[in-house]
């Protein structure tokens, strides 16, 4: 992988998705940010893809099961080349194509609808057994939070997968503490989320979910790993980069104009680090 470009790639996930969420002034901040790291590593290293044909049949799947982070998939798809980033500007407006929660009815580049917290992580395994199926080595990329892991139905997805050895999806939990009433901790604790998704038989990893190495590292560790679902599970921050966010672990923000334009500035030079680094 080039480390570099994926850095850069991320801070302008970073810095984009702040400027959709601005667009509106208020969304889903803290587990948007977060995932910028991710996504970099996804479409700039590992996923196959089209922009100009979002539904190419051979693709890879994201399906993000946590659909309130839709502006870092929007932002992600936008820079891709899916359509001119401005379009996404429009964030939660009457007659957008880029709802708060993802569709894939309207936006191109989302896989499956999800926002109903626990459902993706079904959706996504069903994807994955259908992709077999059919006879073809698509991969899917699912993206589950920790407060979402509070549903019982994302463990029923991950016996699923492992009863039917689907070793074409990996799960990624985003282990960022924080829910939208507090910390996980306090409200349904997890104990040990790594050793539960291993207990389930899925084939698992801890790492740091903003090193953007360890992730590609652990991503090819996992396809590598043949006849059990795969599971990684990312330490990250709630928030990652948003000054107003990060600080307070933020689940949806809504903040005065001059936070936005310090958030904003301070996106811009993060991004121009990353590029003279």
């Known amino acids: 992988m080039n480390e570099k470009t994926c850095k850069v ?21 803290g587990g948007s940010m977060d995932l910028a790291d991710l996504m970099a590593v996804l479409y700039g290293e590992v996923m196959r893809f089209d922009p100009k044909n979002p539904r190419w049949e051979d693709r890879d799947w994201l399906v993000l099961s946590k659909g309130h982070a839709g502006p ?13 980033m401005e379009e996404a500007y429009t964030l939660n407006r009457p007659h957008t194509k880029f709802p708060s929660h993802t569709d894939r009815k309207l936006t191109p580049g989302v896989d499956l609808t999800t926002g109903s917290l626990g459902q993706g ?8 057994l259908a992709n077999r ?3 073809r080595n698509s991969r899917v990329f699912c993206v589950i939070g920790d407060g979402e892991a509070d ?3 994302v463990w029923e997805a991950f016996h699923f997968a492992y009863a039917h050895k689907l070793d ?11 829910q939208l009433d507090g910390s996980t901790q306090d409200i349904l604790d997890h104990g040990d989320i790594a050793a539960k998704a291993a207990a389930f038989g899925l084939h698992t990893q801890e790492i740091d979910g903003h090193d953007v190495k360890a992730i590609y590292d652990a991503i090819q560790t996992a396809l590598a790993h043949k006849g059990v679902p795969s599971c990684i599970v ?13 600080p307070k672990r933020e689940h949806s923000s809504s903040p005065k104009e001059e936070a936005w334009a310090e958030a904003l500035a301070a996106a811009e030079q993060a991004l121009a680090d990353a590029k003279n680094a």
């Open 234 to 246: 990312l330490d990250t921050i709630k928030g990652k980069g948003a000054t107003f966010a990060e």
């Open 72 to 84: 870092v998939a929007y932002a992600t798809f936008g820079l891709m080349g899916y359509y001119p």
């Open 121 to 128: 992580a079904s959706s996504a395994t069903g994807a994955a």
């Open 9 to 29: 790639l991320a801070a302008e996930i970073r810095l984009e998705t702040l400027r959709i969420i601005h667009s509106l002034g208020n969304g889903h901040v």
């Open 133 to 135: 199926i059919d006879g």
């Open 151 to 153: 549903e019982g139905q």
């Open 168 to 178: 074409n999806i990996i799960y990624f939990i985003d282990k960022n503490g924080y």
